[in-house]
């Protein structure tokens, strides 16, 4: 597993694209949770956690399971957790169930690209 992640529009996608041109990459918020554990390259996979809370899915053992059926994914995030908390109940439990997510992840990835301003700092390499 690598992730990709950085502020919204820092250029992550396109670093990406760039660094795995031959990954068919997949929108987070258009897959399935099936999809999501087939699929090579998710990009905005913050949306797909997004999604699933929305529709009232349990995304708690997400991380897990993503480890356990798709440990070689690529996955692109955007790093939600900084700047105003968010009045709105439903955005600050995303908010942080993201973070904990992508915590988690991270955790067991081999390699972590921070991007800002298009520019990737590996900030793990295992």
């Known amino acids: 597993m690598e992730m990709i992640i950085g502020g919204a529009y820092q250029g992550k996608a396109a670093y990406g694209k760039k660094a795995y041109p031959e990954i068919l990459w997949k929108n987070g918020a258009e897959l399935s949770?099936?999809?999501?554990?087939?699929?090579?390259?998710?990009?905005?996979?913050?949306?797909?956690i997004r999604k699933e809370m929305k529709a009232g899915r349990d995304t708690e053992d997400l991380a897990p399971e993503l480890i356990q059926r798709n440990p070689e994914v690529i996955l692109v995030s955007d790093e939600v957790g900084y700047g105003v908390v968010p009045i709105d109940a439903f955005?600050?439990?995303?908010?942080e169930r993201v973070g904990r997510i992508c915590t988690e992840?991270?955790?067991?990835?081999?390699?972590?690209?921070?991007?800002?301003?298009?520019?990737?700092?590996?900030?793990?390499?295992d």
């Open 33 to 48: 949770r099936e999809e999501l554990f087939k699929t090579e390259g998710v990009l905005n996979f913050h949306e797909f």
């Open 91 to 95: 955005d600050r439990a995303y908010r």
């Open 105 to 125: 992840l991270a955790s067991y990835s081999k390699k972590v690209v921070r991007v800002v301003c298009g520019i990737g700092t590996v900030i793990k390499n």
